[in-house]
């Protein structure tokens, strides 16, 4: 392979995800998209819009930001859809940053939820 | 903590179970990939009748072998000739044959590849080592939601002896995306 010192792409094939949370967000959306709570379209006019925000933002979108955008679109089409509401999500994610604290350093995380039963 | 959220909301309210998502994310990591596109290029420098089939009809042709599912219901396979390079990209986003061709690679994600290769697919090509004479017409074709694109690589030379196995061999990912071309086997 040439050297392309100034764009960021390269032939060899990697890993598919970089982190456990980049395939687990990726695999939700396909099985919400095969169970029909939203068509691929409509999947992927929310990954665009994420897209183009982030290009709005001037963010360089390198390719390996790729999976932030998909967490971001997942969650709006997730509340858009009404499969969820944006305050459970919000309540639940605080639910788990405060039962990671809680949590001492190499105990499995158990998840402590607030408020609701 | 975002993705163990989604995760617990969802399971709670029935819309994924964790063993679903287990199952789908071994799929992507072992099972679709490159290899799978590889074997319908394979059989079409292999079977001139499939080919056919192919040029006509790629999601029924690309089925006959298997190969379907979310990403690959619409697929449509573009020919390099001596005269034609095809480049594919998703201008907007990642739209990518995932059944043939796997996830795509970061590069495919990468802003600089979705808007450099529009308007400078031969500079592009070039930075990826291709360089094609001037009487090569490139066509780009911009992947949408509805319809994705694989290229049908040129056979190299000195492979009339190979099996069809063997050829498969030779297909690699990026020549199937059209940033490649594949080469003659080492002899």
Redesign the interface.
């Known amino acids: 392979?040439?050297e392309?010192p100034?764009?960021?792409?390269?032939?060899s094939?990697?890993p598919?995800?970089k982190a456990p949370?980049e395939?687990?967000?990726?695999?939700?959306t396909?099985?919400?998209?095969?169970?029909k709570?939203f068509t691929?379209?409509e999947?992927?006019?929310h990954?665009?819009a994420e897209?183009?925000d982030a290009?709005q933002r001037g963010e360089?979108?390198?390719?390996?930001t790729?999976y932030e955008h998909w967490?971001n679109a997942?969650?709006k089409i997730?509340v858009a859809k009404g499969?969820?509401s944006h305050d459970?999500?919000g309540q639940?994610?605080q639910?788990?940053?405060h039962s990671?604290l809680a949590t001492p350093h190499g105990q499995p995380i158990e998840?402590k939820r607030s408020s609701r039963a | 903590m975002r993705v163990k959220a989604l995760e617990t909301l969802l399971s709670e309210k029935g819309l994924v179970d964790s063993s679903a998502i287990d199952t789908v994310i071994e799929l992507y990591e072992t099972k679709i990939g490159p290899r799978n596109g590889a074997a319908v290029v394979a059989r079409a420098w292999s079977d001139p009748d499939y080919k056919a089939r192919l040029l006509e009809n790629g999601t029924k042709a690309i089925a006959e072998l298997g190969f379907e599912g979310v990403q690959g219901e619409d697929m449509m396979v573009v020919e390099n000739t001596d005269s034609v390079h095809n480049v594919v990209v998703c201008t907007l986003c990642s739209c990518y044959p995932w059944p043939t061709l796997g996830l795509p690679p970061v590069w495919y994600k990468s802003a600089p590849y979705r808007s450099k290769v529009v308007r400078d697919p031969r500079g592009v090509l070039s930075e990826f080592g291709v360089e094609l004479p001037d009487s090569v017409e490139i066509r780009v074709w911009d992947s949408n939601a509805e319809l994705r694109y694989l290229v049908l690589p040129n056979r190299p030379a000195g492979t009339d002896d190979l099996s069809e196995a063997e050829l498969a061999e030779l297909v690699t990912r990026d020549s199937m995306i059209g940033t490649a071309l594949v080469a003659a086997p080492a002899s």
């Open positions: 392979m040439t392309m100034d764009l960021p792409w390269t032939t094939e990697g598919v995800f949370w395939a687990a967000a990726f695999a939700m396909v099985r919400l998209h095969e169970e709570h691929w379209p999947w992927a006019d990954l665009a897209i183009a290009r360089p979108d390198l390719g390996d790729y967490l997942l969650e997730v499969l969820a459970e999500l639940l994610k639910d788990w940053i990671t998840l």
